[in-house]
């Protein structure tokens, strides 16, 4: 059992991580998994978001060579969430490919690797993001469709970027991660899940471990929230941390910049 507590007090906190908590259920038909997926249908649609494909191309234009590990790593963990779960379909919530332009061919040999792989596995369905300009043809004569947005199961699945007013709202997009800080200043920084209940919106994390999550307690203002969360304030909006021990039920978006481990 893991406990957490606020640096405001000397007292114990009443939030806990029981080591094993795997999935949690944030609405009904909403499942949100410690592997960075969200589950509907009860597990037969699997939905990630935020892949940025090529994202080791980006770095080498910038002059940072790193291994080209992404996609490959990208691809098993995919593959094991949907044997996980047992997954008919998978949604991806957007922003496929990092490239903003057509796409150098490293990045539209991994796209078309990855969505190859998944069309093969099960009922595929993109979300155009906005990084996915000339997504269409990339993917062209693979078993993938590709739209805007889909409705499953009473829920709108967008990727999020800009907003269609449609409720209840799965979106990805926002990336968004939160540092948690220990009393002599280290801190592990973990990608969460948002749900704010009274709006019915929920916002997956990036499901590539190479897209920078935005640290939601570095003071991250609600007018930089997706349109579906632009000016909802924090204290309606929960969090879900997202590790390899379990899921992190850390409480309201302004409660945990005061939490210390």
């Known amino acids: 059992m893991y406990t957490f507590s606020r640096a405001s007090d000397k007292s114990i906190s009443p939030l806990r991580l029981v080591e094993g908590m795997r999935s949690v259920e944030a609405a009904p038909g909403l499942r949100l998994n410690h592997d960075r997926t969200l589950s509907m249908e009860e597990g037969r649609t699997l939905v990630v978001a935020d892949l940025h494909l090529g994202y080791e191309d980006a770095l080498e234009g910038d002059g940072l060579h790193l291994p080209r590990t992404h996609t490959m790593g990208l691809m098993g963990e995919l593959m094991g969430a949907i044997e996980r779960q047992g997954a008919e379909r998978v949604v991806v919530l957007g922003d496929v490919k990092h ?4 796409g150098r061919w490293e990045c539209r040999d991994d796209v078309r690797a990855v969505v190859s792989m998944l069309s093969e596995s099960c009922e595929c369905v993109i979300i155009r993001g906005n990084h996915d300009n000339y997504i269409q043809s990339i993917v ?9 947005g889909v409705d499953i199961d009473g829920h709108r699945l967008e990727h999020g970027h800009a907003g269609s007013g449609s409720r209840p709202l799965v979106i990805g997009h926002e990336h968004p991660s939160v540092k948690l800080f220990d009393r002599v200043g280290g801190f592990v920084k973990i990608p ?15 499901f590539s471990p190479m897209a920078p999550g935005n640290d939601l307690c570095n003071g991250l203002r609600p ?8 000016g909802k304030g924090g204290d309606g909006i929960t969090v879900y941390g997202c590790s390899d021990i379990g899921m992190l039920s850390l409480g309201s978006l302004e409660g945990i910049r005061s939490m210390r481990l």
């Open 140 to 148: 062209k004569g693979l078993d993938a469709e590709v739209v805007d």
């Open 99 to 102: 490239d903003f332009h057509r």
């Open 223 to 230: 007018d930089l929230f997706s349109p579906a969360l632009t």
């Open 192 to 206: 969460c899940f948002l749900h704010h209940p009274d709006e019915g919106v929920t916002v997956l994390p990036a």
